[in-house]
Structures are given as structure tokens and as C-alpha cells.
């Protein structure tokens, strides 16, 4: 089974990029349907991306600003974040698609504040 890590999140300011990675261990990712999703406080886990053999698909409240894509050399997947708003606070998961009741890894806390 796939084993992921999430990482490179942080505290951006509004209109700030950011970076995330999803680095696969156990399994190559170009096995998988992969996507991105993410959890804010008090709110129910939602998916933000998803590229199923290169056909990427997105939530519309990030259509236009994030951008799904996987390096299958490196076995990671990232999801490049740009003009980000205060509402895109929340900790982001990657995972297979569908999840099919697989776990859930730490994921990486996305904060956007002045």
C-alpha cells in the first residue's frame, strides 16, 4: 500500500503562494488517481483537487488559483496555491481518489493571515 507525506505548509499572507508536496513511499503514484483535500476548523473535510491520469478537476472556490500536478520521477504530488485568501485556512491532506476508506495521513496546516 501507498504511504504519503504532506508537507510544506505555513503562514502566507492574503495574495501569497504557496507550495504543498506529497511525497509517496511503498508504491509508485502513477498507479494512482491522486487529489488534494482539506479541512477547515468546524468544517467537514472537502476535496480541492484531483488529477485522475492527467485529468484535473478542482473545487470552483479554488478554480483559477490552485493547480494540481505530479512529477512521477520524483513519486510526489503537489498542489501549487496562489492568490490566497483567508478562506484557504485549513490543513490539506492528499490521498488516493477515491479514498475508498483508506486512513488519513498529519497533513499540513495552510494559514492565511496578515
Known amino acids: 500500500q501507498v504511504q504519503l507525506v504532506e508537507s510544506g505548509g505555513g503562514l502566507v499572507q492574503p495574495g501569497g503562494s504557496l507550495r504543498l508536496s506529497c511525497a509517496a513511499s511503498g508504491r509508485a503514484l502513477s498507479n494512482y488517481a491522486m487529489a488534494w483535500y482539506r479541512q477547515a476548523p468546524g468544517k467537514q473535510r472537502e476535496l480541492v483537487a484531483r488529477?485522475?491520469?492527467?485529468?484535473?478537476n478542482y473545487a470552483i472556490s479554488v478554480k483559477g488559483r490552485f493547480t494540481i500536478s505530479r512529477d512521477n520521477t520524483r513519486n510526489t504530488v503537489y498542489l501549487h496555491m496562489n492568490s490566497l485568501k483567508p478562506e484557504d485556512t485549513a490543513v490539506y491532506y492528499c490521498?488516493?481518489?477515491?479514498?475508498?476508506?483508506?486512513?488519513w495521513g498529519q497533513g499540513t496546516q495552510v494559514t492565511v493571515s496578515s
Open positions: 490521498n488516493v481518489f477515491p479514498t475508498g476508506g483508506r486512513g
Open positions: 488529477d485522475i491520469g492527467g485529468d484535473t
